[in-house]
């Protein structure tokens, strides 16, 4: 794993035209805890490093996406200049653009523009290009994969599920056989969270259905918005999905895994770093990562995820800190990201990397769900949007409302947003 510290001496073309001698500059940036501000930190000692006038700070806020916008919102409505650059969720750049808290990057990327976006990811280019305007670059991708102890499905002759229906069965054997009452058989976010957006948006796409419609309308009355009330209390009831999944947070599913009590983890990219070099991981070497189940085999879905790097509308050091987000968003640090952090790339020839694959030989086959994983909705009342959905997901899968009362109240409060 020595290529996790060993770095190129030489910072890409890409980004060459931006990472020039800076004049004497602090520059401040905000992340999540979530997104490895070790990790960023790294980076930004090799960005100093090159640029010995600039000096780059962490700030780091909220546990969660939702938290760390709330925290965001104050901030900025107070056109607080204190930050320079914000990592933002990928649902985000609609609203920032929006609310007019994020420069425009237009400028900074220049008669470059359309090469520059080119190299991304289609989802990624996509979601960070709103009304024609570049508002944030991309940091890192992500997506939604299966998590599994490979070992326990091996000793008890099981195979990795590729349906829900497949993933029931498996789970209740190994827990019968197991006997093991710590032992949880999957999980999913289900507290009142951002990720429980997904746990509701996933089983809908995999059902063939959407959110809206081709014209933008709620389509919400249909049988595959039944779907996720249908899978998830399903499972619930066989106790595969855990009394308490309405109390379990997004990182919660990695820390349950992490100390050897679950089977199977719905959640993100960068789970797997954290399973394999913690000291305290009681799985190293024993987790397989595999594309989410569907209602058939041949027709899974994924939610999109990632984070992307936004200059704030009210730094004073706009110049110094597009030089810095080009860096940051570089095929040099996409690299580094994932062989430190597990972090997914957001340009398709970093997956076939030798050092890679070293680090995550899972990543040899995530391209092709990354590339497919689909969008939660663009818009710019998007806050409203997931609270309404996040909200009743939870209730139902705490007990507290039917299924019928959930998508009633979704149906009723969305239609006031897509009309």
């Known amino acids: 794993m020595r290529n996790c510290i060993l770095l190129t001496t030489a910072v890409s073309a890409f980004a060459v035209a931006f990472a020039g001698a800076a004049s004497a500059q602090s520059l401040k940036i905000f992340t999540g805890g979530q997104q490895r501000p070790d990790v960023m930190r790294k980076i930004l000692d090799v960005y100093q490093e090159r640029n010995p006038g600039v000096k780059a700070e962490v700030e780091v806020g909220g546990a969660t996406s939702e938290q760390q916008q709330q925290y965001l919102n104050t901030v900025l409505a107070s056109k607080d200049s204190t930050l320079d650059l914000i990592l933002i969720d990928v649902i985000r750049p609609a609203q920032w653009q929006a609310a007019q808290w994020a420069e425009p990057m237009d400028r900074y990327l220049g008669a470059d523009k359309d090469k520059i976006m080119a190299r991304y990811l289609p989802a990624y280019r996509e979601a960070n290009i709103v009304n024609g305007q570049v508002v944030a670059l991309p940091y890192f991708a992500d997506a939604q994969f299966l998590y599994y102890r490979k070992d326990l499905l091996a000793k008890h002759g099981l195979k990795a599920p590729t349906t829900w229906a497949e993933l029931k069965d498996t789970a209740e054997k190994v827990m019968k056989a197991e006997g093991n009452a710590n032992l949880s058989g999957f999980q999913t976010a289900g507290a009142p969270i951002e990720g429980t957006v997904c746990t509701y948006l996933v089983p809908v796409w995999g059902a063939g259905g959407a959110l809206t419609d081709a014209a933008g309308k709620l389509s919400l009355a249909t049988d595959a918005a039944k779907k996720p009330f249908e899978l998830w209390g399903g499972l619930k009831a066989s106790n595969v999905l855990p009394a308490n999944i309405a109390e379990i947070p997004t990182d919660r599913i990695r820390q349950n895994m992490q100390a050897g009590n679950l089977l199977y983890g719905m959640t993100w990219g960068y789970v797997w ?48 800190a597009a030089k810095l987000a080009l860096f940051l968003s570089s095929p040099e640090v996409s690299k580094m990201q994932a062989i430190l952090a597990s972090h997914l790339p957001v340009f398709p020839e970093v997956y ?47 007990g507290s409302k039917t299924a019928e009362a959930a998508l009633q109240d979704m149906s009723t409060r969305l239609g006031g947003i897509y009309r």
């Open 273 to 320: 770093n954290r399973l394999q070099n913690d000291g305290d991981s009681a799985v190293k070497d024993k987790i397989g990562v595999v594309p989410l189940p569907g209602f058939t085999a041949d027709k899974a879905a994924t939610c999109v995820g990632g984070w992307q790097i936004a200059i704030s509308s009210y730094s004073k050091n706009k110049e110094a």
């Open 352 to 398: 076939t990397d030798a050092a890679v694959l070293e680090a995550n030989p899972w990543f040899k086959d995530a391209l092709p769900v990354v590339q497919s994983a689909r969008s939660r909705p663009v818009t710019p009342r998007y806050n409203e949007v997931s609270e309404i959905i996040r909200t009743n997901m939870n209730a139902y899968l705490a």
